[in-house]
């Protein structure tokens, strides 16, 4: 199988601070990482592509300032949401894919972000 | 013209009844498709890989038309744990392990009793 784990599950944090969120592939390597986003009765939301070595590339819209990701290895992508506002409060997911593979997408179980 | 593109429902449909899914892309270049399942408050789950064969697991079957480009998903016999948002996924490589994912904003399925 292909297991991808996030950390922490859920994160309560208060407005101005950052959260860091860990994606992992726990039993295969993934040289390309996405982030995405969910608020409540939406659809997902690709932020950002995330690929190992190199820089992020993010989708129209999403702060790269704000936003930070580094995949430092090719088990391993991290988002920080500096600075954080209520309205960052929401759903965030990770996904990789088998490099060499097919690509299908296997999804961490996301991570509930609340901002007071 | 969005990338992909799915009908965002609701489908409202009755147990037992077959219902079917759409999905159209627009960069022809798209090598790899997937339909997958999420349930309201958790994570995409992988349905099905869809090949240009089309391809079938029980009740699903999936279909891929390249010279429409659409993916397709039929569900037969339709059962309440169905319900969920189904999401069309479409991959594009863009070579040395680089690839880019594009994905519809899902279709929401509720199977009525």
């Known amino acids: 199988g292909a297991v991808v784990s996030q950390h922490p599950s859920w994160v309560i944090c208060k407005s101005g601070t950052s959260v860091k969120i860990e994606c992992r592939s726990l039993d295969f390597q993934a040289t390309t990482m996405f982030w995405y986003r969910q608020f409540p009765k939406q659809s997902l939301m690709l932020m950002a592509t995330s690929n190992e070595g190199s820089k992020a590339t993010y989708e129209q819209g999403v702060e790269k300032d704000k936003f930070l990701i580094n995949h430092a290895s090719l088990t391993l992508s991290t988002l920080t949401v500096t600075s954080a506002h209520p309205e960052d409060s929401s759903f965030y997911i990770c996904?990789?894919?088998?490099?060499?593979?097919?690509?299908?997408?296997?999804f961490g179980p996301g991570t509930r972000l609340t901002v007071t | 013209r969005k990338e992909v593109e799915q009908d965002p429902g609701p489908f409202n449909v009755p147990e037992g009844a077959t219902v079917a899914f759409n999905c159209t892309y627009s960069n022809s270049a798209s090598q790899s498709f997937f339909w997958y399942r999420q349930d309201c408050r958790k994570e995409p789950k992988l349905l099905m890989s869809v090949y240009s064969s089309g391809n079938e697991d029980g009740r699903f079957t999936a279909q891929l038309n390249r010279a429409s480009q659409y993916i397709s998903l039929l569900i037969r016999d339709s059962k309440l744990s169905d319900s969920a948002t189904y999401l069309c996924?479409?991959?594009?490589?863009?070579?040395?392990?680089?690839?880019?994912?594009?994905f519809g904003k899902g279709t929401k399925l509720s199977v009525i009793p």
């Open positions: 996904s990789a894919g088998k490099t060499g593979g097919s690509y299908e997408q296997y």
């Open positions: 996924v479409v991959i594009s490589y863009s070579g040395a392990g680089s690839y880019q994912l594009t």
